[in-house]
């Protein structure tokens, strides 16, 4: 009767205990967080801002000086679902702004060009979490998706501008950092790359080709559950 009774308390307590790799959230050890389990939601808030600043002098008395500043501004919302432990996919949805300006200088005469660029972009992302100890995982990732915005210049007729479409395939890489400052809340950091391949179309249908580069750190909070 002990035996039987033994056994049905072991049996009645596998049925409802839950397996350490099927628990849904963040897995709480010893030293911090230790693992995502399959399951969990994280909603995160990123943002990368970059700024240059480049200055080439000319030489002489009819020499030509260079400036270039760049502004660029690119940030969203990213959901993800991980399909395993420490592995998420996700949505991240995007908007983004850049804007330009050249500054020419040759025998007293200066000339300037502007152009802001803006739009949305969107990507398909997969991240891979490696725990480093403490509640804190590096997070390398990759995703691929689509951009699309506008052009926008000024023209020699005052308070008109040209606006030429933008659009093209991008693609995404995150070698980012996440600290987990409890099981619901985490901090984020990282190296952003974020290409894009696309083409420029102005009003008379006439294209150009381009592909840009941005390399920047991007900082942000996440929300888990």
Not at 12 to 22: D, G, I, M, Y
Not at 45 to 72: C, K, W
Request: hydrophobic content about 40%; glycine content about 12%.
């Amino acid at each position: 009767k002990k035996l039987v009774l033994t056994l049905s308390v072991f049996a009645l307590c596998a049925a409802f205990a839950t397996p350490a790799e099927a628990r849904r959230g963040v897995y709480s050890g010893t030293k911090g967080y230790e693992a995502l389990g399959k399951g969990l939601v994280d909603l995160s808030f990123d943002n990368t801002l970059l700024f240059r600043y480049l200055s080439l002098p000319g030489e002489g008395d009819n020499a030509v000086s260079t400036t270039f500043q760049r502004i660029s501004f690119f940030g969203g919302i990213t959901p993800k679902y991980f399909v395993m432990t420490n592995l998420s996919v996700g949505l991240s949805v995007n908007y983004f702004y850049e804007a330009n300006k050249t500054t020419v200088e040759q025998g007293g005469t200066e000339t300037t060009t502007e152009s802001d660029d803006s739009g949305f972009m969107g990507f398909a992302m997969a991240n891979y979490h490696i725990r480093l100890g403490n509640s804190l995982f590096f997070k390398p990732g990759a995703g691929a998706g689509y951009f699309m915005g506008k052009r926008t210049m000024p023209t020699s007729t005052e308070g008109l501008k040209l606006e030429n479409d933008l659009s093209g395939l991008a693609g995404r890489i995150d070698l980012g950092f996440v600290y987990y400052a409890s099981a619901n809340f985490n901090l984020r950091a990282g190296l952003d790359v974020i290409i894009k391949m696309g083409t420029e179309t102005d009003k008379d249908e006439n294209e150009q080709d381009f592909t840009a580069i941005d390399a920047g750190v991007s900082a942000g909070l996440g929300y888990s559950f």
